[in-house]
């Protein structure tokens, strides 16, 4: 019994270490080795250029459900897009808006900095869903590229060039760029955000990015296939679904998506409690990326995205099994009373809605905050309490929204 409760803490420890710390380390060591330049594109300085025939056809859809604050700057923002207006159609989807998302659209797109812009604005009278509005309108889409954007999220100016020059090569299926925020960030945010973003270049490096970011990401028309209703995280199961068609998902730091919103604790809580139960969802519908035919898309998938999910199981481990191994090693005391400590370290935080004050503290409240959101999102997937609907939080604590220029 002894040296099974030490196997399971130090197997689990290993898996928690690998998951953190060792699979950073050996994919930035991978990434080294296939390195490769991005693809130049030109720069039409928003004139007609010669070379505009050879760009693709671009459908830009965003779905929008009660955006009314950030839906103005958002036309505004793709206004300023510098795309051939004749190769570039918008669609805003209003999914059972209560608010005036629709009209504040049409008023927009009207001014005359905007008017050159092919936008249709759909008014949905029910809530479908993200997933439902995303399978019709791609599906009804006559375009060589498809497009998705958050309402939320400002675009580079130079986004839908980047993307079209990296869609030129034949085996890209998928690019995706880099995510920011207009507002400032907790240290924990900041150290996570920065950690995503190796991620992402390191995986690329590879041709083996896994999940983009709703903010923006473009792909190949031909190459989307409808959807599972019930798909709560549609950003990983959409360009997962064109990699396992052998073609790669690539990204791209030079496109930029900045968040225009801030969440408070509150809803940053809750958003990391339903992307840790589609992380669930995900890695029990696409465990056939483990099989060895994948290659680097395998360990990225292993290694990422199916080990995510069940860290809290581990981490359970870990704490359990250090406990009942203390009667037989004294050394495993202090090493219980350390986990222990931080558990309820961040409980304490999560409940009364705040943050330490110490930059530390705050890195590791960020880390296991969401693990602690991660289980609770395992349970309720298990249990069936997560579902694909628009569930958008509202917060007293949103600071007033600005154009970026």
Known sequence: MEWLLLSVFLIASFIVIYHHVGYPVALKWLAKRGQTTPPPYYHRHYRISPLDHMLPRICLIMPAHNEAAVITDKIHNLG????????????????????????????????????????????????????????????????????LSDISALLSTDSLLIAAAQLSYEETGVVCGS????HSLSVGEQAYWRYQRQIKTQESSLGATL???????????????????????????????????????????RIMAVELEQACNE????????????????AIR???????????????FFSGKFLRPLMPVFFTL????????????????????????????????????KQPNWKLARIVYYIMSGHIAMAIGLVRYLTGLESGQWKKVTSKDKRSRAVQN
Do not use: W
């Open 80 to 147: 300023a897009i510098d795309y051939p207006e004749n190769k570039l159609k918008i669609i805003i989807v209003c999914d059972g808006c209560t608010d005036d998302t629709a009209e504040l659209s049409r008023r927009a797109a009207s001014q005359i900095e905007n008017c050159h812009l092919d936008i249709e604005v759909v008014e949905k009278p029910q809530n479908c869903g993200k997933v439902a509005v995303l399978n019709e309108a791609i599906s009804l889409c006559q375009c060589d590229v498809v497009a």
């Open 267 to 282: 809803m940053d809580f809750s958003r990391r409690k339903r992307i840790a139960a589609g992380n669930v969802q995900q």
């Open 318 to 353: 870990v704490l359990l099994s250090s406990a009942l191994l203390i009667k037989h090693y004294p050394i495993f005391i202090p090493i219980f009373i350390a986990q222990l400590a931080v558990y309820i370290f961040t409980v304490f935080f999560i409940l009364f809605k």
């Open 211 to 253: 999940g983009v970011h709703g903010a923006f990401y473009a792909f190949r028309r031909r190459l989307f296939e409808e959807l599972p209703p019930d798909t709560i995280n549609d950003d990983f199961t959409l360009p997962v679904s064109i990699v396992m068609q052998g073609y790669q998902c690539l990204y791209d730091e």
């Open 286 to 300: 696409h465990i056939g990326l483990l099989h060895p035919r994948f290659g680097r898309i395998a360990f990225n």
């Open 179 to 182: 995510y920011h925020f207009f």
